[in-house]
């Protein structure tokens, strides 16, 4: 694809997600599909797209010093500065005039004669003196904010919770790109054969900490994989696979996933389950509960029953003390995922966790009552946020003294996680610094003492 084509399909990807609040990694998908694009092209408009959303706020403090904050200018002239500068400032491959002469040509084709000059006018001057200098910011908390690109409620939400120096880790990690790991599926393939052919396909593997279905794909794109296509292998991230290993689920069980599109947990229970059995696997939605149904043909399961159900009427479909096993992988504020989902932390607010918070509450109140008396009771998000993780399970065990947290738990947890910083009475928070995983919390809960 032509530089210039290539550029304009990633302004127009950049203003959409941002205008549309559509979620970046399903668009970017859906743009190299549809474009067809080859691996240079691919990796080119991901890591600028991503990188543009990651840095924002520090390209908008970058642009201040020649484009005034307040000035009124088209979202997409915006982007496309943003877009450029990122290319200047953080990109060593591509030169500053290639830079510049490809956004004015945007420029020049979407805009008037005006706009063309303007564009070229702030990058030619950025070229020349270069840009502002972050020590000009004297506030650590604004500072990091800024430099992370992080907004400052969220970084002074995090320093009230974990202090400084913690939340620094978690902001910088934010923007560090992070190993992609899959999860081999059993019935069909063996972790050791899936490692060898994986290497043998020029892969660079190892195995996970957190499951023994995981592999860390260290370098190269697991997609391409013969693997993926026949389905012996599924995308998902080691923190997230730890929630069916702590489950523990077995063959012959009922088991409840109450909130489970788009099914990368249902499906990983029901191989741990030897595809014998029922997972009760339910969304809010009837669109997302096709997604679990057609991971679940990928992988070649079919115990899996999945219907569209609001988990907090689930009391209506069963009987009281219905399940071996319960799942609420909870609805939260995805703030543990800003890694691959940078779009995140604009997006979300005091309020959104506020809100969650009660929902959170509401799903585990109404679904503890469908636990058989033995059975076992995982509760997980992808945040960070104590109001929606430790604060959810508190409240929930005041209101409901017959539960109690699994003091076997800990004991299970992977061995280098029982003493990891996240370890609480209440369960585990993972943060995305510590072993490079997305940011989650889980639990275990069980009836009695």
């Known amino acids: 694809m032509k530089t210039t084509r290539l550029r304009n399909l990633i302004l127009e990807l950049l203003v959409r997600i941002e205008k549309d609040h559509g979620f970046s990694h399903l668009l970017i998908n859906q743009e190299i599909k549809k474009n067809e694009l080859n691996p240079k092209d691919e990796a080119l408009l991901t890591q600028i797209v991503y990188g543009t959303l990651e840095r ?82 004297k506030d650590p908390l604004k500072r990091l904010s800024v430099e992370t690109s992080h907004p400052e409620w969220l970084v002074n939400r995090w ?75 599924t995308i998902q991230d080691e923190s997230s696979m730890l929630v069916a290993e702590m489950l523990k689920p077995e063959p012959g069980m009922d088991v409840l996933d109450s909130c489970s599109a788009p099914g990368g947990k249902a ?55 219905s399940f071996d096993r319960i799942l609420v992988d909870a609805p939260c504020s995805g703030l543990g995922v800003i890694n691959s989902k940078p779009e995140i932390k604009y997006e979300k607010s005091e309020q959104d966790i506020e809100r969650l918070h009660t929902i959170q509450l509401d799903i585990l109140n109404h679904v503890a009552d469908l ?32 539960f109690t947290v699994d003091g076997d738990f800990f004991k299970e947890l992977p061995e280098e996680l029982q003493s990891s910083i996240g370890v609480t009475e209440y369960g585990l928070q993972l943060f995305p610094q510590t072993f490079g995983t997305d940011g989650f919390f889980l639990t275990r809960l069980k009836k009695g003492t």
């Open 267 to 321: 499906t990983h229970i029901a191989e741990k389950m030897l595809n014998e059995g029922i997972v009760y696997a339910h969304d809010l939605h009837k669109k997302k509960v096709k997604l679990i149904e057609e991971k679940q043909r990928t992988l070649g399961l079919s115990i899996i029953h999945a219907t569209a159900h609001d988990a907090r009427k689930l009391k209506e479909k069963y009987a009281e003390a």
């Open 56 to 137: 924002k706020m520090t390209l908008d403090y970058y642009l201040s010093k020649y484009v005034d904050p307040n000035k009124k200018i088209d979202d997409w002239v915006r982007m496309l500065l943003r877009m450029s500068v990122y290319q200047m400032v953080y990109l060593d491959k591509i030169p500053d005039h290639a830079v510049i002469h490809e956004a004015v040509e945007i420029a020049k084709k979407k805009g008037h004669r005006g706009i063309q000059g303007f564009v070229n006018g702030v990058l030619r001057n950025i070229q020349r003196n270069g840009v502002r200098d972050l020590a000009e910011i």
């Open 371 to 402: 636990l058989k008396d033995d059975g076992l009771f995982v509760y997980s998000t992808c945040t960070i946020e104590k109001m929606e993780n430790e604060q959810v399970i508190k409240s929930f065990l005041k209101e409901n003294p017959a």
């Open 159 to 233: 320093i009230q919770q974990y202090g400084f120096q913690t939340a620094e880790a978690i902001c910088r990690a934010n923007l560090k790109e992070k190993s992609m790991s899959v999860r081999i599926q059993p019935l069909k393939i063996s972790r050791e054969a899936a490692m060898a052919e994986l290497e043998q396909e020029g892969f660079t593997v190892k195995p996970s900490l957190f499951s023994k279905q995981g592999i860390q794909i260290e370098k190269g794109n697991v997609l391409s994989s013969k693997l993926f296509t026949q389905g012996k292998l």
